[in-house]
T-cell receptor
Framework: DTAVSQTPKYLVTQMGNDKSIKCEQN?????MYWYKQDSKKFLKIMFS???????INETVPNRFSPKSPDKAHLNLHINSLELGDSAVYFC?????????????FGPGTRLTVL | AQSVTQLGSHVSVSEGALVLLRCNYS??????LFWYVQYPNQGLQLLLK??????LVKGINGFEAEFKKSETSFHLTKPSAHMSDAAEYFC?????????????FGTGTRLQVFP
Protein backbone atom coordinates (compact mmCIF):
# COMPACT_ATOMS: atom_id res chain seq x y z
CA ASP A 1 0.00 0.00 0.00
CA THR A 2 2.93 2.30 -0.76
CA ALA A 3 1.71 5.82 -1.54
CA VAL A 4 4.49 7.01 -3.86
CA SER A 5 6.84 4.37 -5.22
CA GLN A 6 9.95 4.64 -7.36
CA THR A 7 11.97 2.09 -9.28
CA PRO A 8 14.76 1.36 -9.17
CA LYS A 9 15.98 2.32 -5.71
CA TYR A 10 19.60 2.26 -6.84
CA LEU A 11 21.00 2.81 -10.32
CA VAL A 12 24.68 2.57 -11.21
CA THR A 13 25.66 3.25 -14.80
CA GLN A 14 28.42 4.52 -17.07
CA MET A 15 28.75 7.97 -18.54
CA GLY A 16 26.99 8.33 -21.86
CA ASN A 17 24.32 5.75 -21.14
CA ASP A 18 20.57 6.39 -21.22
CA LYS A 19 18.46 5.42 -18.20
CA SER A 20 14.93 5.77 -16.89
CA ILE A 21 13.43 6.08 -13.44
CA LYS A 22 9.79 5.25 -12.87
CA CYS A 23 7.36 6.75 -10.37
CA GLU A 24 3.84 5.73 -9.45
CA GLN A 25 1.39 7.12 -6.91
CA ASN A 26 -1.81 5.53 -5.65
CA UNK A 27 -3.11 8.55 -3.75
CA UNK A 28 -5.46 9.78 -6.45
CA UNK A 29 -3.36 12.94 -6.85
CA UNK A 30 -3.33 14.93 -10.06
CA UNK A 31 0.10 16.55 -9.83
CA MET A 32 3.49 14.87 -9.79
CA TYR A 33 7.02 16.18 -9.43
CA TRP A 34 10.65 15.28 -9.84
CA TYR A 35 13.23 16.70 -7.44
CA LYS A 36 17.01 16.30 -7.49
CA GLN A 37 18.97 16.07 -4.23
CA ASP A 38 22.68 16.62 -4.68
CA SER A 39 25.57 15.35 -2.58
CA LYS A 40 25.15 18.29 -0.19
CA LYS A 41 21.52 17.32 0.39
CA PHE A 42 20.22 20.35 -1.50
CA LEU A 43 16.77 19.65 -2.96
CA LYS A 44 15.65 21.37 -6.11
CA ILE A 45 12.55 20.89 -8.20
CA MET A 46 13.09 19.77 -11.78
CA PHE A 47 9.65 19.16 -13.27
CA SER A 48 6.00 19.15 -12.38
CA UNK A 49 3.08 17.62 -14.26
CA UNK A 50 -0.60 18.24 -13.69
CA UNK A 51 -3.02 15.84 -15.37
CA UNK A 52 -0.26 14.77 -17.75
CA UNK A 53 0.53 18.38 -18.67
CA UNK A 54 3.97 19.87 -17.99
CA UNK A 55 3.60 22.89 -15.71
CA ILE A 56 7.07 23.38 -14.25
CA ASN A 57 10.39 22.96 -16.06
CA GLU A 58 13.20 24.41 -14.02
CA THR A 59 16.00 25.02 -16.53
CA VAL A 60 16.87 21.36 -16.61
CA PRO A 61 19.11 20.19 -19.50
CA ASN A 62 17.08 18.74 -22.32
CA ARG A 63 18.87 15.42 -21.75
CA PHE A 64 16.21 15.01 -19.05
CA SER A 65 12.79 14.17 -20.43
CA PRO A 66 9.85 13.50 -18.14
CA LYS A 67 6.92 11.50 -19.42
CA SER A 68 3.52 11.16 -17.82
CA PRO A 69 1.42 8.41 -19.42
CA ASP A 70 -1.39 9.05 -16.94
CA LYS A 71 -2.06 10.96 -13.72
CA ALA A 72 -0.65 8.16 -11.57
CA HIS A 73 2.71 7.86 -13.31
CA LEU A 74 5.62 10.18 -14.00
CA ASN A 75 8.78 8.72 -15.44
CA LEU A 76 12.12 10.41 -15.90
CA HIS A 77 14.34 9.51 -18.83
CA ILE A 78 17.92 10.74 -18.90
CA ASN A 79 20.01 10.64 -22.07
CA SER A 80 23.79 10.73 -22.32
CA LEU A 81 24.37 10.55 -18.59
CA GLU A 82 27.11 12.75 -17.12
CA LEU A 83 29.04 12.54 -13.86
CA GLY A 84 27.14 15.56 -12.55
CA ASP A 85 23.86 13.70 -12.84
CA SER A 86 24.84 11.57 -9.86
CA ALA A 87 22.29 12.41 -7.18
CA VAL A 88 19.20 11.13 -5.44
CA TYR A 89 16.06 11.74 -7.46
CA PHE A 90 12.78 12.04 -5.61
CA CYS A 91 9.33 11.78 -7.05
CA UNK A 92 6.44 13.49 -5.26
CA UNK A 93 2.72 13.99 -5.76
CA UNK A 94 0.00 16.33 -4.55
CA UNK A 95 -3.60 17.31 -5.16
CA UNK A 96 -3.56 20.66 -6.93
CA UNK A 97 -7.02 21.81 -5.97
CA UNK A 98 -6.44 21.29 -2.26
CA UNK A 99 -6.08 24.34 -0.09
CA UNK A 100 -2.39 23.77 0.41
CA UNK A 101 0.42 22.12 -1.42
CA UNK A 102 1.18 19.06 0.68
CA UNK A 103 3.50 16.97 -1.39
CA UNK A 104 4.06 13.30 -0.65
CA PHE A 105 7.50 12.00 -1.50
CA GLY A 106 8.74 8.67 -2.74
CA PRO A 107 11.74 6.87 -1.20
CA GLY A 108 14.16 8.19 -3.82
CA THR A 109 16.38 6.69 -6.51
CA ARG A 110 20.11 6.99 -5.94
CA LEU A 111 21.77 7.41 -9.34
CA THR A 112 25.54 6.94 -9.58
CA VAL A 113 27.24 7.74 -12.86
CA LEU A 114 30.76 6.30 -13.23
CA ALA B 1 11.61 35.29 -5.88
CA GLN B 2 11.08 33.05 -2.91
CA SER B 3 13.91 31.65 -0.85
CA VAL B 4 14.53 29.82 2.40
CA THR B 5 17.52 30.10 4.71
CA GLN B 6 18.19 27.51 7.35
CA LEU B 7 20.72 28.72 9.90
CA GLY B 8 23.05 25.98 11.00
CA SER B 9 23.70 23.00 8.81
CA HIS B 10 24.31 20.88 11.93
CA VAL B 11 22.63 21.03 15.31
CA SER B 12 23.57 18.74 18.20
CA VAL B 13 21.53 18.33 21.36
CA SER B 14 21.41 15.93 24.26
CA GLU B 15 18.48 13.58 24.67
CA GLY B 16 15.77 15.42 26.60
CA ALA B 17 17.02 18.87 25.62
CA LEU B 18 15.13 21.49 23.64
CA VAL B 19 15.39 21.27 19.88
CA LEU B 20 15.43 24.54 17.92
CA LEU B 21 15.95 24.53 14.15
CA ARG B 22 15.89 27.92 12.49
CA CYS B 23 14.23 28.86 9.22
CA ASN B 24 13.83 32.26 7.62
CA TYR B 25 12.00 32.83 4.38
CA SER B 26 11.63 35.44 1.71
CA UNK B 27 8.40 35.76 -0.24
CA UNK B 28 6.60 38.54 -2.07
CA UNK B 29 3.22 36.91 -1.43
CA UNK B 30 1.72 35.33 1.67
CA UNK B 31 3.72 32.13 2.00
CA UNK B 32 2.81 28.58 2.75
CA LEU B 33 5.55 27.09 4.94
CA PHE B 34 6.51 23.51 5.58
CA TRP B 35 8.94 21.43 7.58
CA TYR B 36 9.95 18.05 6.21
CA VAL B 37 12.10 15.38 7.87
CA GLN B 38 14.36 12.94 6.05
CA TYR B 39 15.62 9.88 7.89
CA PRO B 40 18.75 8.20 6.52
CA ASN B 41 18.22 6.66 3.10
CA GLN B 42 14.56 7.56 3.07
CA GLY B 43 12.25 10.03 1.37
CA LEU B 44 10.88 13.19 2.89
CA GLN B 45 8.02 13.12 5.37
CA LEU B 46 5.92 16.15 6.19
CA LEU B 47 6.27 17.23 9.84
CA LEU B 48 3.97 20.22 9.80
CA LYS B 49 2.70 23.07 7.65
CA UNK B 50 1.46 26.63 7.93
CA UNK B 51 -1.01 27.91 5.38
CA UNK B 52 -3.35 30.42 7.02
CA UNK B 53 -4.91 30.93 10.44
CA UNK B 54 -3.20 30.03 13.69
CA UNK B 55 0.45 30.96 13.59
CA LEU B 56 1.54 28.20 15.98
CA VAL B 57 1.24 24.89 14.24
CA LYS B 58 1.69 21.48 15.73
CA GLY B 59 2.99 18.54 13.82
CA ILE B 60 3.87 14.93 14.26
CA ASN B 61 6.32 13.52 16.80
CA GLY B 62 5.87 16.44 19.20
CA PHE B 63 7.26 19.11 16.87
CA GLU B 64 5.76 22.54 16.47
CA ALA B 65 6.61 25.73 14.60
CA GLU B 66 5.54 29.34 14.83
CA PHE B 67 5.01 31.60 11.84
CA LYS B 68 6.28 35.10 12.62
CA LYS B 69 5.57 37.43 9.75
CA SER B 70 7.44 40.36 11.29
CA GLU B 71 10.58 38.24 11.57
CA THR B 72 9.95 36.26 8.37
CA SER B 73 10.68 33.15 10.39
CA PHE B 74 9.25 29.68 10.82
CA HIS B 75 11.47 28.01 13.43
CA LEU B 76 10.91 24.39 14.39
CA THR B 77 10.95 23.35 18.04
CA LYS B 78 10.50 20.31 20.21
CA PRO B 79 10.62 20.55 24.00
CA SER B 80 12.47 17.29 24.57
CA ALA B 81 14.67 15.58 22.01
CA HIS B 82 14.56 11.85 21.50
CA MET B 83 17.24 9.71 19.93
CA SER B 84 14.82 8.86 17.12
CA ASP B 85 14.67 12.54 16.12
CA ALA B 86 18.14 12.33 14.59
CA ALA B 87 17.59 13.13 10.93
CA GLU B 88 17.86 15.85 8.29
CA TYR B 89 15.24 18.59 8.50
CA PHE B 90 14.18 20.76 5.60
CA CYS B 91 12.20 23.96 5.68
CA UNK B 92 10.29 24.81 2.51
CA UNK B 93 8.13 27.63 1.16
CA UNK B 94 5.56 27.80 -1.59
CA UNK B 95 3.53 30.62 -3.00
CA UNK B 96 0.36 29.15 -1.58
CA UNK B 97 -2.82 30.04 -3.37
CA UNK B 98 -0.89 32.03 -5.97
CA UNK B 99 0.93 28.98 -7.20
CA UNK B 100 0.59 25.81 -5.24
CA UNK B 101 2.90 23.77 -7.37
CA UNK B 102 6.40 24.80 -6.44
CA UNK B 103 8.24 24.08 -3.19
CA UNK B 104 11.48 25.92 -2.54
CA PHE B 105 13.64 24.09 -0.01
CA GLY B 106 16.29 25.30 2.37
CA THR B 107 19.66 23.59 2.49
CA GLY B 108 18.68 21.40 5.41
CA THR B 109 19.79 21.01 9.02
CA ARG B 110 21.18 17.76 10.32
CA LEU B 111 20.04 17.09 13.87
CA GLN B 112 22.19 14.88 16.05
CA VAL B 113 20.92 13.68 19.41
CA PHE B 114 23.40 12.46 21.99
CA PRO B 115 22.50 10.17 24.91
Amino acid sequence: DTAVSQTPKYLVTQMGNDKSIKCEQNLGHDTMYWYKQDSKKFLKIMFSYNNKELIINETVPNRFSPKSPDKAHLNLHINSLELGDSAVYFCASSLRDSSYNEQFFGPGTRLTVL
Amino acid sequence: AQSVTQLGSHVSVSEGALVLLRCNYSSSVPPYLFWYVQYPNQGLQLLLKYTTGATLVKGINGFEAEFKKSETSFHLTKPSAHMSDAAEYFCAVSEGSYNTDKLIFGTGTRLQVFP
